[in-house]
């Protein structure tokens, strides 16, 4: 293997990687963005996505859909997993946060904190404690470039996490939906005297952040191949310092934040020694919060600015 | 007149208490993971001294037998925490734990209260030269098994590089540290690289990659089961050359139902398994119980566990500790997983063998004692 090809290879695992964290990181500060909660929900919302893509998957597996229409198979499993979790995150916001929008915000943080232990353990309690075990769809078939080896598993989710990404991009700032999410995300009062359906903005968040998450789940669940009720927490932790790093509420910043996490920690472990991965990410999160509280995008605190 | 009737009555009273008392039940804890990432072995030990306990029937002297589980989390704290739970709740033995870095802790308060623990999964070496009395050791220590690994790299793979990769775990660190130490002493093989991985992470990738250049003759995998079937995964999608070798915590039924074809070639360290009736029985039955399409390596040892304590409480007619451990130590008792008999520091004498994954099953491949082929 060729130091270039070697270089070549560490980014594609980087990548992927940040990839995966900015799609789940992209949940977090939208819902921060708008009703400024940390959604700690999020992650086993992550992990709904997973089993469902999973169920759907093996369910067109065995009547051997997979073979024959391959990227209907593929359109069904994540269309399936996004719409089922963007109904749990309505009905979340529904039940768990919408009562108590006009509460301290520490009563909502306990709210989530509790919804997040209800669905991990209800998730435990019908789909088992022990890992659940993928179809396997992508073989370890792919092309080589320059030495380094990139699957078709692998391309096909670095180039759907994108197209997901774009779409949101395009969503908030092409749309009139999309204005009224930034309205209400810059001042919720002002909206609202201007007309602007402030319910129907926070459920719309509330659809888009829990799919986008739903997807990374069923893209976790394909390429590393197996799935468990509380896989959401290690990526939640990561997800949640990328959103933190990018500067929470601003959606480039969350991706960028993802790719970042993503990035350190696979080119530390590449060139530096692996003991100290996670060290090395979380003080790169320390040091830039002294340097910089609001995140790399912050744009520091909505009532400041306003 | 009052007065005494008061008294009488008191203590009848008393007495019934004491009549209740008397109506004895044999607890029995289990400590290990029913949370987090290890709950699949967890919940296999449970079941299967749940499952002994079904087999072994009435325990004469006892009216009933009653199974208390502990989570271990396979975290040193928790498991304490479960331990002093289970040591309030009266049990008089504990099956556990499953990591080594729960069960080293949890000995602690279990060998102050004189509870009998017989752990069915813990490995590390350390935790049978504490000098605890009361402590027992089914599984084969991980001092045998590093040097069953060496063996076979030196003498049947004839390896000149390996690399290692562990999780910073008791269990893991120490097979790790033994296999150097085996393999510096032999000198025969050169260890090129040590890589470390988190617990519980999915990805690694960065790791594999970093082997791959380096294209070691082998490849350790000092990892737990979860993380061992994605890494395999992983490094079948990156075309890496190097042999893969693991051990008895990946030596799982679900090791072979994630890693599907990736696992195919595996070479792994685990215990001879003994084939006879009463395995066969216990298969039939743990299946039917749990319904169960396969069994977890561990059920077995907590099955042998559950199994001798029943055994060893109906010879010395008491579960008193100190008499109990006596019979235990001095007999050589009947098991699933090969003869049971214990030398004065709690362990078996039990060998390792190399397994091979081969069309989706483990099947015996060589004896590093005799250096031959099974």
């Not at chain 1, 829990?210 to 990561?238: E, H, N, T």
């Not at chain 2, 030269?129 to 063996?151: C, E, I, L, N």
């Not at chain 2, 559950?306 to 060893?312: D, V």
Request: glycine letters at 10%.
């Amino acid at each position: 293997m060729t130091s270039t090809g070697f270089i070549l290879q560490q980014l594609v695992n980087a990548l992927f990687l940040g990839s995966i964290y900015a799609l789940i990181a992209l949940g977090y500060t939208m819902v921060y963005g708008i009703i400024e909660l940390i959604n700690f929900a999020h992650g086993e919302l992550f992990t709904a996505g997973a089993f469902i893509g999973l169920i759907v998957l093996s369910a067109l597996q065995s009547v051997g859909w997979v073979d024959s229409h391959f990227i209907l198979t593929m359109v069904i499993v994540f269309a399936m997993a996004m719409a089922y979790v963007a109904v749990l995150g309505v009905a979340l916001e529904h039940v768990a946060y919408r009562p108590l929008r006009d509460a301290s915000r520490l009563a909502a943080i306990l709210s989530a904190l509790g919804m997040s232990i209800f669905l991990s353990n209800g998730m435990m309690l019908s789909q088992g404690v022990s890992d659940r075990a993928y179809p396997s769809i992508f073989g370890a078939e792919g092309i080589t470039v320059m030495g380094a080896k990139i699957t078709n598993g692998q391309i096909f989710i670095i180039l759907l996490a994108v197209a997901l990404m774009v779409a949101l991009q395009l969503f908030v700032h092409r749309t009139r939906l999309g204005k009224a999410m930034r309205a209400t995300a810059q001042n919720r009062t002002m909206s609202r005297m201007l007309g602007i359906n402030i319910d129907q903005t926070i459920r719309i968040t509330f659809i888009i952040g829990p799919a986008l998450g739903a997807a990374a789940g069923v893209m976790v669940g394909l390429y590393y191949g197996a799935v468990r009720f509380d896989m959401g927490f290690i990526f939640m932790i990561k997800a949640f310092a990328a959103a933190i790093l990018g500067g929470i509420g601003s959606i480039p910043g969350a991706m960028i934040g993802g790719l970042i996490i993503g990035g350190v920690e696979v080119l530390w472990a590449a060139f530096l020694p692996s003991a100290w991965k996670d060290v090395t990410t979380f003080t790169l999160l320390i040091l830039v919060l002294y340097f910089k509280p609001s995140g790399l995008w912050g744009q520091g605190d909505v009532e400041v600015r306003v | 007149m009052k007065k005494i009737a008061i008294v009488i009555m008191c203590v009848a009273l008393i007495a019934g208490f004491h009549g209740m008392a008397a109506a004895k039940t044999l607890k029995i804890g289990t400590l290990s993971p029913l949370t987090g990432p290890y709950a699949q072995d967890g919940t296999d030990i449970k079941q299967g001294v749940l499952t002994a306990v079904k087999v072994f029937g009435k325990l004469p002297g006892f009216d009933k037998v009653e199974v208390l589980p502990g989570d271990s989390a396979c975290d040193g704290g928790k498991a304490t925490m479960a331990a002093n739970k289970l040591i309030n709740s009266g049990v008089q033995v504990v099956v556990g734990a499953y990591c080594s870095s729960a069960t080293e802790p949890a000995q602690i308060p279990l060998m102050d209260a004189k509870i009998i623990m017989i752990t069915p999964a813990s490995t590390n070496e350390r935790l049978t030269q504490k000098g605890y009395k009361y402590f027992f050791r089914m599984p084969p220590r991980d001092d045998v098994q590093a040097w069953s690994t060496v063996q076979f790299l030196e003498k049947k793979l004839k390896a000149k590089t390996l690399a290692l990769i562990d999780d910073k775990q008791t269990y893991t660190a120490g097979l790790t540290a033994n296999i150097t130490k085996f393999a510096k002493k032999d000198n025969m093989i050169k260890i090129v690289a040590h890589e470390f991985i988190t617990p519980g992470d999915s990805d690694f990738t960065a790791v594999l990659t970093k082997l791959k250049r380096l294209n070691p003759d082998a490849i350790y995998m000092g990892v737990y089961q979860p993380e061992g079937s994605k890494m395999i995964r992983q490094a079948r999608k990156l075309d890496m050359k190097s042999t893969f070798i693991s051990e008895d915590a990946v030596y799982h039924p679900k090791f072979l139902e994630v890693g599907g074809k990736a696992a195919e070639g595996v070479y792994l360290t685990f215990a001879k398994a003994p084939d006879s009736p009463e395995r066969r029985a216990f298969e039939k039955t743990y299946k039917k119980m749990w319904n169960a399409k396969s069994i977890g390596s561990y059920a077995y040892y907590a099955y042998d566990a559950g199994m001798m304590t029943l055994a060893a409480i109906k010879k010395a007619g008491t579960a008193d500790p100190d008499q109990l451990e006596k019979t235990i130590r001095e007999n050589t008792w009947p098991g699933i997983t090969g003869k049971i008999k214990f030398d004065s520091k709690g362990d078996r004498k039990l060998a390792h063998i190399i397994w091979v994954v081969k069309n989706n099953k483990f099947v015996p491949y060589w004896n590093p004692i005799t250096g031959k082929d099974l």
